[in-house]
T-cell receptor, first 112, second 111 residues
């Protein structure tokens, strides 16, 4: 079945770039998403990319999609303490009304 | 901005009690979802609804039921709460390009 995998933890120094990686299995995925969850809160959509794109940039965020390897990454430039959160990768098959598959989330922690 | 409101942020219930989790949205979205979130397991879909009075089982519906009597409101019901239902419950609606908008979550503890 479909699966989305992420590493569970990432630690970076404040001011460095963070790169969070995700792999997925469903070749029919047409939308891929990154969500952010701060402590005690729900998930907030950060950005999304259509499967016919390779890259999307939005201020400090850069999303890269490698369809051949089914690999998605989120790069956060100039990481700040406010970026500490859990980041979820998710994929959606456009033909499905409900199927959005989430990864288990990557907890990003920032070192001073 | 889409607003998804979950009525209870924190609940503590006893085993066997009936539990209602309420979710209200203000954007006239047709699709609404209930997920549970557990450490290391990510989000798992319990039920979803694509219209009033319409519902479909997700991946883990056992022990849960739902109600959608009005378009803006989607309720999750635990008929007889058990300790393994201690979790964070997240309600969401879906926007035009498939993105989900989440509420703040309801953290349920069953003793």
């Amino acid at each position: 079945g479909e699966d989305v995998e992420q590493s569970l933890f990432l630690s970076v120094r404040e001011g460095d770039s963070s790169v969070i990686n995700c792999t997925y299995t469903d070749s029919s995925s047409t939308y891929l998403y990154w969500y952010k969850q701060e402590p005690g809160a729900g998930l907030q959509l950060l950005t999304y990319i259509f499967s016919n794109m390779d890259m999307k940039q939005d201020q400090r965020l850069t999303v890269l999609l490698n369809k051949k390897d089914k690999h998605l990454s989120l790069r956060i430039a100039d990481t700040q303490t406010g970026d500490s959160a859990i980041y979820f990768c998710a994929e959606r098959d456009y033909s499905s009304a409900s199927k959005i598959i989430f990864g288990s989330g990557t907890r990003l922690s920032i070192r001073p | 901005d889409v607003k998804v409101t979950q009525s209870s942020r924190y609940l503590v219930k006893r085993t066997g009690e009936k539990v209602f989790l309420e979710c209200v949205q203000d954007m006239d979205h047709e699709n609404m979802f209930w997920y549970r979130q557990d450490p290391g397991l990510g989000l798992r879909l319990i039920y979803f609804s694509y219209d009033v009075k319409m519902k479909e089982k997700g991946d883990i519906p056992e022990g849960y039921s739902v109600s959608r009597e009005k378009k803006e409101r989607f309720s999750l019901i635990l008929e007889s709460a058990s300790t393994n239902q201690t979790s964070m419950y997240l309600c969401a609606t879906r926007g035009a390009t498939g993105e989900l908008f989440f509420g703040e979550g309801s953290r349920l503890t069953v003793l």
